[in-house]
């Protein structure tokens, strides 16, 4: 059997301390090659550092959602400058950053 997993879960069939090693219902070779393939799996998810300077991949995950939770999406960018806001205003690219600018002075023909 190959690994499942990331599309679904694997279901691996745990042996018995009675079952032999040449047993039919839960064959030795296949155990070791089945959690070989779903550890091969993980890891290819997770990649070589998964928690990163966090203890775990769930804490980091915790931090990293906490992190977009408090900031506003544009506050992140580093190319967005916010003047003075009036209702209407749209973004709009000055060649270096985005700025907010008055809807009404934008000619473009109404294809927005």
């Not at 091969?40 to 998810?45: L, M, R, S, Y």
Request: charged share 20%; aromatic share 4%; glycine share 8%.
């Amino acid at each position: 059997m190959s690994t499942q997993y990331p599309n679904s879960l694997d279901i691996l069939v745990n042996p018995n301390s009675t079952d032999r090693l040449d047993s039919p219902t839960v064959p030795h070779h296949e155990q070791h090659a089945n959690a070989n393939d779903a550890i091969e799996a993980i890891q290819t998810v997770l990649g070589t550092n998964p928690a990163g300077s966090h203890l775990t991949v769930k804490d980091r995950m915790i931090a990293a959602e906490a992190d977009i939770l408090s900031k506003s999406v544009l506050n992140g960018l580093l190319d967005v400058t916010i003047g003075s806001v009036t209702t209407g205003d749209v973004l709009r690219f000055t060649g270096t950053q985005w700025a907010n600018y008055p809807e009404k002075d934008i000619v473009d023909g109404g294809n927005f």
